[in-house]
């Protein structure tokens, strides 16, 4: 968008933004990957940019930890297949090797070889036939050393990749199975979730007022004798080799930075050498308290979404640096958290009496990795630790660069024509969406996760499985609801409740309808965030409908959404807030199961028949990445003097760069 309302955050003018800028540089399945600006990095100050660099360059170096987090042969595949693609002797324009190089950008995409949204695992186009052709016809020497026995690791990997019921689910959440056994992530070998859930029952001490995060940073294993045992990703034990380049890397960064930074530095260089859950608390509030520096990161083992019972952390790496103009916004969020709490729909009971350390800022990521790269969030909120959250307060961040970049990149798409059913709601989408979805995040990460309580004797992870399905709802609550409040306006936040009603049509559309284009027909709801918007809009949908809050209308043979009344559904958003609050403060699991097994996880096979059908003629991909940009320092006598940032159009090359720089980690780890 080219216009800047005043006061409403950067204007576009002010960004360093080029007219020629090609926001996409390939597309492939249902994928579009683009490259994102990183405005203002040339009026960094040298130290700023050294940390940018450093940092970046931790930020890459966990590349194929998050790989082998996400499928045991996950290296072994990705690997067999960059050999095959550099080192493959045949015909290149043959139609089955397209198919190929399109499995391996989206193994690239995944890492690893299930589908980054819906968890699913992705066959290969090409058959099994083929594959052994293309292992014939590339010399021995493009494969990797450490395989040993090449012919041995294809036969290892073969049925991984074709046989359909061979770890199917990267992580399954449907209810009645054994979410452990049936998930095909590298968190747990050998062990079932109810050895799971026995072995933390009896180790989690529920008086500790202050408890580490059990096996966020470990493997679980059962040996061949039945003892289990958590293997630490630390310097000396499990991905020591990455580990080692990680903390390589932040040591030069601890060399630049100063004061409160430093220190924040110095306690994750401790945490990745000592493996000690208890010094990564003390990271995480050291990291929490420092406001001031510009440039700021998360390196870690962090989010448990790809974990069905929420133990183990992704690993994940962002460097980023604070929009000066832009943070004025959530700053002004931020600032008045204690009002927003106060104010809340929620059980008093439940209200936090005294918001603490809450921190919000824009920034321009600078580098991606792991978890984050090459799809990304556009808004992060941490730490995800209760207690933290409790004694010191949240750091929030909205990522303005990423946002930018997929609103340019979306420009003409034909979505809002072809879902939305009235031209005042298409004019106010249009007008207004940029700014809904923004203050959305904003709301959403700075307040809504960090807001209410935990009854006493309640540790927080009660729920489970529907754990970050619940979570993520809450937020949107929060969010949702505080949108439409004449506050925002009061504060110079939006200039008008049009923005809200902007953000609760889409908001009902999308959970509704319109996600539905990113599920394969005949599977059910999967992913927490997509959870999360369907029993949103499927709940307030159901208890709108004797006052007509919410309608599903049909024209021409097609359905659309319409929000009639949007005060009430306003106060149905309120209300679910206050079940979901309650639910996560007193952990009723029943509860938080019947919520979201009634209304996230089923879909109406008609309805999600049409809306792929319209999405696909719109010919609009259904989901996003980023390549990074490039970072160059320049030496004068051995020192660096200055770095440079340049834009990369090529998605391939970056992945093969990245693989042959960044691979530390055995094939069979």
């Known amino acids: 968008m ?40 040339d009026s960094l100050s040298l130290n700023d940019k050294l940390l940018v660099y450093y940092l970046g360059q931790a930020a890459l170096c966990g590349r194929d930890i998050l790989f082998d987090q996400n499928g045991k042969y996950n290296l072994r595949i990705r690997r067999t297949l960059e050999s095959i693609y550099q080192g493959y002797t045949g015909d290149r324009e043959d139609e089955r090797f397209k198919q190929f190089e399109k499995y391996l950008k989206k193994v690239w995409f995944a890492n690893g070889i299930h589908h980054h949204y819906s968890t699913d695992k992705f066959r290969p186009e090409f058959q099994e036939a083929y594959f052994d052709l293309l292992v014939r016809e590339t010399p021995r020497e493009f494969f990797p050393t450490d395989f040993g026995d090449v012919d041995q690791v294809i036969r290892t990997i073969k049925p991984i990749m074709f046989d359909p019921d061979t770890m199917a689910k990267r992580v399954n959440l ?40 059990y096996g966020l940073n470990s493997k679980m294993v059962k040996d061949a004798s039945g003892r289990i045992t958590e293997r630490v990703w630390r310097v000396g034990g499990m991905y020591s080799a990455a580990i080692e380049k990680i903390v390589e890397w932040l040591e030069k960064a601890s060399e630049v930075a ?56 992704a690993w994940e790496g962002l460097v980023n640096f ?188 999308n959970g509704l309808m319109t996600q ?46 319409v929000v009639h009344d949007y005060d009430k559904l306003r106060g149905l958003f309120g209300e679910l807030l206050r079940e979901i609050q309650r639910i996560k403060s007193t952990g009723d699991f029943e509860a938080g199961r019947d919520l979201v097994e009634t209304y996230a996880v089923r879909i109406d096979p008609e309805l999600h028949k049409e809306v792929r059908e319209r999405y696909a003629k719109l010919d609009l991909p259904l989901f996003s990445g980023f390549v990074n940009p490039i970072y160059r320092p320049v030496m004068e006598n051995g020192q660096i003097v200055d770095v440079t940032v340049e834009y990369t159009d090529d998605y391939v090359g970056q992945m093969l760069e990245y693989s042959k720089e960044y691979s530390y980690l055995p094939s069979v780890n």
């Open 2 to 41: 080219a216009v800047c309302i005043a006061g409403f955050g950067s204007c576009r003018e002010d960004r360093e933004v080029k007219d020629e800028f090609q926001w996409v540089v390939d597309r492939f399945d249902d994928i579009r990957v683009l490259k994102y600006q990183v405005p203002e990095f």
């Open 516 to 561: 539905l284009a990113r599920i394969e027909l005949g599977k059910n709801v999967e992913e927490a965030h997509m959870r999360n918007r369907k029993l949103i809009a499927e709940w307030c949908y159901e208890k709108g409908r004797e006052q007509n809050v919410v309608e599903k209308v049909r024209r021409n043979g097609k359905t659309y959404v």
């Open 322 to 509: 604070r929009d000066e103009a832009a943070t004025h916004r959530t700053e002004t969020i931020s600032n008045m958290a204690q009002w927003f709490e106060d104010h809340s729909p929620i059980d008093p009971q439940f209200r936090k009496k005294e918001v603490k350390g809450v921190s919000a800022k824009v920034i321009t990521a600078a580098m991606l990795g792991g978890d984050c790269y090459p799809a990304t969030p556009i808004g992060i909120n941490l730490p995800n630790s209760d207690w933290i959250r409790r004694d010191h307060g949240s750091k929030s961040v909205t990522i303005g660069n990423i946002t930018y970049a997929y609103e340019e990149a979306a420009k003409g798409s034909g979505f809002a024509e072809e879902f939305m059913y009235e031209e005042e709601t298409i004019d106010r989408y249009k007008r207004y969406g940029s700014l809904a979805d923004n203050l959305h995040t904003d709301l959403h990460e700075c307040l809504g996760h960090g807001s209410g309580c935990l009854a006493e004797g309640v540790r927080g992870d009660e729920l489970k499985n529907y754990s970050s399905t619940l979570e993520e709802a809450r937020a949107d609550l929060f969010a949702l609801y505080y949108l439409a409040d004449p506050k925002m306006v009061e504060l110079g936040l939006i200039p008008t409740l049009d923005v809200a009603k902007a953000a609760y049509a889409q908001y009902m559309l």
């Open 174 to 213: 449907a209810a009645g199975e054994d979410l452990i056994v049936t998930s095909a992530n590298n968190y747990y070998e050998g062990v079932t979730q109810k050895e799971v859930e026995e072995y933390y029952a009896a180790r989690i001490d529920t008086t500790d007022p202050k408890p580490v995060s």
């Open 258 to 313: 100063e004061g409160q930074q430093k220190k924040t530095i110095d306690e994750l260089i401790a945490y990745y050498k000592s493996g000690r859950l208890r010094d990564f608390d003390r990271y995480n509030v050291l990291w929490l308290e420092d406001t001031a520096s510009r440039v700021d990161f998360v390196n870690g083992f962090i989010e448990s979404y790809g974990d069905a019972l929420g133990y183990r952390g």
